[in-house]
Every structure is written in C-alpha cells, then in structure tokens.
C-alpha cells in the first residue's frame, strides 16, 4: 500500500484520523506514489489554532533572528538539491533540470526575502500638530494561509513561506492534491532547524475539503493563492465571509507581440522555449502570438522548427526529453478541447495538433496553429500546454488592441528593436507585466501581479513583501 503523508500541525506530524485518502500519481508512468489524507476542517482548525498561538512569540522575534530561521531552511534545500528535484519530476512531470533549477531557485528565494529583515520600513509623516508624531508602522497580519498549485509546487512554498515568516506572521500551507509529496520532503527537511512549533505547519486535501476549511476560517489573516480563476472566485467568497484579505495569482493569457523590425531568430527561439518549458504549464508564459504581417512567414516556420525539434516523454525514463507530460488527464482534455475547436473553426495546424499516445501519461503534442482568429476561444482561454495560436497583424496598435481583449492581465511581451514601439507597448498594454526581446519570466526582486481576472496583488520584491503586513497608524502627541 502507497505510504500515507502526515499533517504536520504544531510541530508534530499528526496522523490522519480517518476519512478519503487522495492518491498521488506519477503523471508520466500513471502510477501511484503516495496517498494523502483529505484532511477535515477539524484539523485545519488545530493547524490554524497552532499558527495563532504560535504568531505572538513569532512577532516579537527581531527579524533578523526570523530571517536566521529562512536561511537555515534554504542551508538545508541547498544540501538536498538532487532529493527534492527528483521528488518534484516524479510527481509534477517537469524535467528534472528544471526541477533541479526550481529546487536551488527556491532555496535562492528564502535567502532573497530573509534580507529584507533588516529593511521593513515604516514611514513618520508630517503632523498638522505641534508636538505630534505621527508613524506608519508595518506590522504582521497574523495567520497566513498558503493555498499552492502544481505547476511550481516547491518553489510556491517559499513564494508564500518566505515573506510570511520574516514580516513576523506564521503559515498554513495546503499544497496542491496534484504535488504534496515535495511538501513532505520540505517538513522533513525542517527536522533539527529548532524553528518555533507552529510557526509553519503543513495540512493535505483537496480544495473541496481542506482548501474550503482554510479558506473560510476567521482566524487567518490573509488568504495567499495561485491557481485557477474559478477556485480564485471560490476563495474569495469564502475569504468575504469574515472579510479577510487575499492575495489572488490566478494565471494569464499573455500576448506576445513580434514586429517587423524584431531579431527573428532571437525571438523564435525565446518564445519557443517558454511555451515548452514546463509543458507551457506557466502562467506568464506566451499563450498567444500577434506577428506582423512582414515576417508572418519566418515566425510561423521558425517556430514549427523548434517544437517539432522538442523530444518529450518520460522525465526519469532512459531517452533525454525536453519536455515531460502534461499534470493529468483533466489538463490534457483542456489543452485537446481547445486545439479542436480551434481547428474546427479554421484555424490551421502548421505542427502537432494532436495528443500523443506514449502508452502511458498524459502528452499532446507541440503546436503551432496559424488563421486564430481573435474571436476564437484559444485566443481567450488559458491553454496551459505546448501550443502556439498565432495571429497576424497589420501594425502595433492592432496588436496592442487584441491583446488588450482579454478578461486577463498577468503578463506580456513585444519583440522589436524600436524603442518607441517597445515603450508604447510598455504603456499601452493593460497587462502586470511586459518583457521586451526576452523570454517568458519574472525575476524575484520584481512585482509578479495581475489585473483583470489574472488577480488581486502579487508577489516578490518588495512589494510583495508588504503585502504580508498591515499598516498600523500611531499619533502620538506629547
Ligand atoms: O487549479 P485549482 P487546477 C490554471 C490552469 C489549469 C487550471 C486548473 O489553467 O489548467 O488552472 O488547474 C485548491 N477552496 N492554473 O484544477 O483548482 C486546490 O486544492 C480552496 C493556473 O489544479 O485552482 C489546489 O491546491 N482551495 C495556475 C489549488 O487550489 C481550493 C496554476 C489550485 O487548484 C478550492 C495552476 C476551494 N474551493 C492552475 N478548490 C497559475 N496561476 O499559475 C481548489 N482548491
């Protein structure tokens, strides 16, 4: 029988008392890895008990000691690099490179947000009054809870942990049912690190059960969650109850505008490699193309070039891959209902278009799809797979415009050598984010944040940060 995974509440790994077990699988051999507890919201309810007692000693903390507690956690991914990548590919899909790369960039996070310890600012503002002074203090919320995904499972857990912790709150983590494993791995890595009990604990179920139980408890502070728009409108129902604060990441459609006067080559190859990395399974990675019509023809074929160059299979099976299965079978109906009802209403399939049959796992194909027309929904929905829709332009404003038609507004990009053009776009698309001749990604010192339905809020930086504090006035008149 697959090892069943524990909660881990208060410092303690607490066996499941009962219920649904939930199995996890290994998306490319279809086989189970572990089961995981549907936990019930009588346990979340200890788990954000613990989180609550713990928080006021946590708070008192001076930061730099909390920011300590964050370095010896990224000490110890560091030494366990090859584990956890391992443990990431096995159950999320991705190569084992990037999960390698995923595993040391988190670890690079922990550190990255544990410097900020020394420079939480607050601000002293004018006074309309003699002998008043009036302070800004940044104060912690409380209670995080960390609602994660599947497609960046590791990594998430500092996105959310990380700011968390040094800005003086403590954390509920409810990874996804797609990838707790990696989470199990990060609490056995906490052994002997003498973190508080009850700073951070871990609780495992689905959204239905666990999720909803966390999401609508009105001892957390602050919801924190990347995922889909739907469960994003879910969570933010169950938030409204006790009008508790979230932080919503729910994902993109981004443009990618290619001009005539861009570096084809460089911008061929650029977005080709986002839209296979991870399976296209990122939300800022280009999920739709607007070519101008001069070089419609080189991209088009570029583009072919380089994903049907793109070997994909198992991630830990004996050929080298670029590219592993898509999450599951749901993720890959999606990513097959949209290319056929894009073929089915003219668009045309330059290469791919199909799922591939490996025996096992779930894989389609990598896609370039010419003739998307705007009004078509893979030009609207997120396809979250290996396929390219391509659009052709007459000049800027019209790319600018159909990308502006979207009910989505994460990220963007425009490949160009004008700086005007590229300046434009900067302020003309109503998008989080725009990267000019360069691939798909943030950076963590940056500000990864949505409009429209792509979210409330965002992560990284120092902005980010702050998102994990309340503002708390002083006047003091003496
Ligand atoms: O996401 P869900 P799924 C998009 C992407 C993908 C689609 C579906 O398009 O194809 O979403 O993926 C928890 N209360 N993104 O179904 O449902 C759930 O248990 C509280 C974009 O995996 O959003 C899991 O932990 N929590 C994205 C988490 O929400 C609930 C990354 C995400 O699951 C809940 C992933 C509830 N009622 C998917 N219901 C991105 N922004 O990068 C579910 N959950």
Redo the contacts with the bound molecule.
């Keep these: 029988m697959p090892a069943l995974l524990l909660n881990y509440v208060d410092g303690v790994s607490l066996p499941a008392a009962g219920g649904e077990r939930i199995p996890v699988y290994n998306p490319a051999r279809d086989t189970v890895l572990s089961e995981m507890p549907d936990t019930s919201a009588e346990v979340v309810n200890r788990a954000v008990a613990a989180a609550k007692a713990a928080q006021k000693d946590w708070a008192k903390l001076p930061a730099i000691q909390r920011a300590a507690a964050l370095r010896k956690i990224s000490g110890k991914i560091r030494e366990n690099i090859d584990r956890i990548a391992r443990v990431i590919t096995e159950e999320q899909g991705k190569v084992y490179s990037l999960a390698q790369l995923e595993a040391a960039f988190t670890a690079e996070y922990m550190d990255y947000m544990a410097e900020w310890a020394r420079r939480i600012e607050g601000e002293v503002i004018t006074s309309d009054r003699a002998g008043e002074t009036v302070l800004l203090l940044r104060q912690p919320i409380g209670v995080v809870a960390g ?6 499972p590791f990594f998430l857990i500092a996105r959310k942990l990380a700011p968390a912790l040094v800005t003086g709150n403590t954390i509920v983590i ?5 990838t707790p494993n990696n989470a199990s791995l990060f609490v056995e890595l906490l052994e002997g690190l003498d973190i508080p009990k009850g700073v951070i604990n871990f609780v495992y ?4 059960t ?7 408890h009105p001892d957390v502070g602050l ?1 924190s ?8 409108e ?2 933010m129902a ?1 938030a409204a109850n006790n009008i508790t604060k979230v932080n919503l ?4 459609k981004a443009p990618a505008i290619i001009l005539d006067d861009a570096d084809i080559p460089k911008a061929v190859h650029n977005l080709a490699a986002s839209r296979t990395l991870n399976s296209g ?4 990675c280009p999920e739709r193309i607007y070519v101008q019509r001069g070089v419609a023809d080189q991209v088009v074929s570029g583009l072919a070039t380089a994903l049907q160059a793109t070997r994909y299979g198992d991630p830990l099976g004996d050929k080298e891959v670029d590219m592993g299965p898509l ?2 079978r ?2 890959l109906d ?1 990513v097959r209902g949209l290319v056929d009802s894009a073929i089915s209403q003219g668009a045309e399939v330059v290469t791919g278009g199909k799922v591939a049959d490996l025996g096992t796992g779930s894989y389609f194909e990598p896609t370039v799809l010419t003739n998307c027309r705007q009004n078509m929904d893979i030009m609207h ?5 290996p396929v390219i829709p391509i659009n052709v332009v007459n000049d800027l404003d019209e790319a600018i415009e159909r990308s502006n038609d979207t009910e989505f507004g ?1 990220t963007s990009s425009i490949f160009t050598q004008s700086l005007s053009s590229a300046l434009k776009a900067c302020n003309e698309l109503k998008f989080g984010e725009t990267y000019v001749n360069r691939e798909h990604f943030e950076a963590m010192q940056g500000f990864h944040a949505g409009t429209k339905k ?2 409330i809020g965002g992560a990284d930086g120092k902005h980010g940060l702050y998102e994990y504090t309340m503002t708390h006035l002083a006047y003091i008149q003496t």
């Design positions: 609602i994660l995904p599947w497609n960046f409810k990874p996804s049912e797609e179920g689905s959204g239905r666990t999720g909803a139980a966390l999401s609508g919801v969650f990347t995922g889909s728009v739907a469960t994003g879910r969570i169950a990441e729910l994902g993109g399974q990122l939300c800022n999450i599951n749901a993720g999606k929905k997120e396809i979250f797979g994460l792509s979210g």
